[in-house]
């Protein structure tokens, strides 16, 4: 067992993910889950704009930024820290001397651990969609619709020039970086490849699909998936 599934256990054993009272089945199993949806995104993609319009759509909370805050308070440290390492990959040799000389560093096994409690701990309440930060790697054992935002990469530099007001040389450049973070991301503390369609139930091509579009195929998947989540919805 790695260093990320022993946490990831250790968690879930404490925080007692699988609920016992009011949850639900999944397949048949005996596994019991709430409904929660994982969106991974290409940079350019649309990922973002559409896991907006579906929690709005259902109700749900959306957690992108707000993982930032909520592990930034569990590790006790400043936001803006946290922020420098989200969603990129880190090395040994960085941790050994930042860890030297700055004291408000954050080690890469701080950083992981508390990120993997706070995305369990907001899965296991449901009704949610949680945006990147290999959300779907991290509750994969636990039920949730899995989706993957994708496009070629030059419709993807199209759209984040026509839509962020860069350049066409700038936009390509911007999906290059974040592309890269992102894939090193997941290949350093999961050891996966995002791209790679298995690990999710729904891949979108946003190239011919719009906000709402890919909005209505996701919870279209969703109620499928959890034909009956409307009894497991929080009370305000």
Known sequence: MGLLDELISKHVRRREFLLQDDSMKRGGMGVKVRPFITLSREAG??????????????GFKLYDKKLIELTAKKAKKRKTLI?????KDRSFVDDLV????????????TYIKHLCEVVLSVARK????ILGRGGNFITSQYGGLHVRVAAPFLVRAGYTSQYEGYSLYKARERVK????????????YF???????????????TTYLGIEEGRDII??????????WRRYRRKK
């Open 45 to 58: 993609s649309g990922g973002k704009p559409i896991a907006k319009a579906v929690a709005k759509k259902l």
């Open 83 to 87: 922020a420098s390492l989200d969603e």
């Open 98 to 109: 930042h860890s030297l000389l700055n004291p408000d560093y954050v080690s890469d096994h």
């Open 126 to 129: 449901g009704n949610c969609v």
């Open 177 to 188: 970086k974040f592309d890269k973070e992102r894939k090193e991301f997941i290949r350093q």
């Open 191 to 205: 050891g996966k490849n995002p791209s790679n369609a298995n690990y999710y139930d729904l891949v979108l091509n």
């Open 219 to 228: 919870i279209a998947a969703f109620r499928e998936k959890f034909p009956h």
